[in-house]
């Protein structure tokens, strides 16, 4: 198994929250249909009677693409000793739901996934093309962007290019702030020898991340870099 996935059970835990919460908002978006649908059809106007029209279509995939997502979600989750028959299943499923309702929220969670399946498998160079795909088309999907970028951060390193995860990791924290891109900065900075940048994101860390190990991590670098310094004379 890589280590990709399995880099800090903070990061994991901070990355699952986040899907669960964007899949409790399609929920919430989907609960107010019939609400949206009213208020359509009480305008004339012919553009937002078009508008409306598109919008009923969007929520419509959403609803059926939602049930299949939550189930190539459960068969990714099921088990953390998942075999390579386990992951291959999610990975279909989760193919199915983004080839049929590519322009939904959960199309979009579902090519997120894809990716990471494919890091399970080893299949990295086709998990790189899937990100890069992700980034590409989804563009507008803020933290999820994020998500990808921070994938791409951790993928490049395994592969041995740096500068291509500093870029990544640069990328996320840009689009989702101080997080785990943060934490990862630093650490490749402190590795590469660059203290003064490593010490800049080891600050964000402990300021921003106040409560996770990484704060707890950062404040003992921070520390650390502080007594290293020279003494100017």
Not at 40 to 48: K, P, R
Not at 164 to 186: C, I, M, N, R
């Amino acid at each position: 198994m890589l280590k990709i996935r399995k880099k800090g059970q903070d990061a994991k835990t901070h990355q699952e929250q986040g899907i669960v919460t964007i899949l409790n908002k399609v929920s919430e978006v989907l609960s107010d249909y019939r609400k949206q649908f009213i208020v359509v059809a009480s305008i004339a106007a012919a553009l937002c009677v078009i508008a409306g029209g598109y919008s009923l279509v969007r929520s419509a995939d959403e609803r059926k693409a939602s049930p299949l997502l939550a189930a190539a979600y459960e068969s990714y989750t099921r088990s953390p000793g998942m075999s390579a028959a386990d992951t291959t299943k999610a990975l279909e499923l989760f193919r199915n739901v983004q080839k049929k309702y590519s322009g939904t929220m959960s199309g979009a969670i579902a090519q997120y996934y894809i990716g990471n399946c494919l890091v399970e498998l080893g299949r990295l160079d086709e998990a790189l093309k899937e990100y890069q795909f992700f980034v590409a088309k989804y563009s507008g999907e803020k933290y999820l962007l994020a998500l990808a970028y921070q994938r791409l951060g951790y993928l490049y390193g395994t592969l041995g290019r740096q500068a291509d995860a500093v870029k990544a990791f640069e990328q996320s924290e840009a689009l989702g702030g101080p997080g785990v891109a943060t934490v990862e900065l630093a650490r490749i900075y402190e590795s590469s020898g660059n203290i003064t940048e490593s010490q800049k994101k080891f600050k964000i860390v402990q300021e921003k991340l106040g409560g996770t190990n990484w704060s707890v991590e950062a404040m003992g670098k921070v520390q650390k870099i502080e007594t290293q310094k020279p003494v100017v004379k």
